[in-house]
């Protein structure tokens, strides 16, 4: 967890500060673990990197896709991937993904921003299917979240209606966590609000694989809200947070990371970034 967290902050401080993170990582996710968590891991630390540096780590991280079962989670790191790679090697992996993911709606839709035009186009009514289930998942609107800059305005709102109204009949975490996906494409009058609310309600979630993954679609979204709001915002959930475990609260900054960044900018995430590492070093 705390090399997730890390890895976050990591963009905003200098090169020598990021490669001791990089040899945290590899010891952490050591050849023992599981080769689908430290991919992904590993596919969060390319962005730090480039040219010659950069292609070691992609290479090691492809080396461990093809460790990974069942075929659906490889295609989930391979899409990871697809940003770093040249032009013919990412046309070869979206062919292997598509294989892989196939009967996956919810590792297809994730293929979306990468496909040409006419195998989106091609790809895009079966997602839509897959977002009309009788009962909110979690899953469909991760799936209309992918899709929805690529679908006609009218269709987007009559899908995200559906969705938002079975989600609230499900409940408040439900109704946060679809509300987390869909926040960008809310409309703008009731965006804060809604946005805010969803923050909120998931900051009480105790386990973190309910709580960090819209945690982090949420962040993005409130990352451009007016300051005066979102400060207030995180006056209001912030010792929400401090009132679970370390572990908890580390997880839930990392994932928050692009909010402290508005709020405090560059220096701010650096400073957050080494008393992360220093506290943890202090206190493993």
Known sequence: ?????????????????????????METYNDDGDPLSRGLVLASLLPLFSGEDQDPLLRRTMALANRVLPLDQRAR????????????????????????????????????????????????????????LDEYTWEQAQILALMAPFLPEPDLQNLMNRLLTLAEQAGELSRSEAVAYLAEHLPRAERWALASSSLLGLAHVEEPWKRIPPMEA?????????????????????????????????????????????????????EAFRSIRDVSSWWP
């Open 1 to 25: 967890m705390l090399c997730e967290v890390l890895v976050s902050f990591a963009p905003h401080v200098p090169l020598q500060e990021r490669e001791p993170l990089v040899r945290m990582v």
């Open 77 to 132: 790191l391979l899409i990871a991937l697809l940003p770093f790679l040249s032009e013919g090697e990412r046309h070869q992996m979206l062919q292997v993904c598509r294989a892989d993911a196939e009967g996956r709606p919810a590792v297809l839709a994730r293929l979306v921003p990468y496909l040409p035009e006419t195998s989106r186009q091609a790809l895009l009514p079966s997602l839509c299917r897959a977002c009309m």
């Open 218 to 270: 949420l962040a993005r979204s409130l990352s451009s809200m007016p300051r005066p709001g979102l400060y207030q915002l995180w006056q209001d959930v912030l010792p929400i947070l401090a009132s679970t475990t370390r572990a908890n609260l580390l997880a839930s900054l990392g994932a928050l990371s692009p909010i402290i960044l508005t709020l405090n900018g560059e220096i701010g995430a650096a």
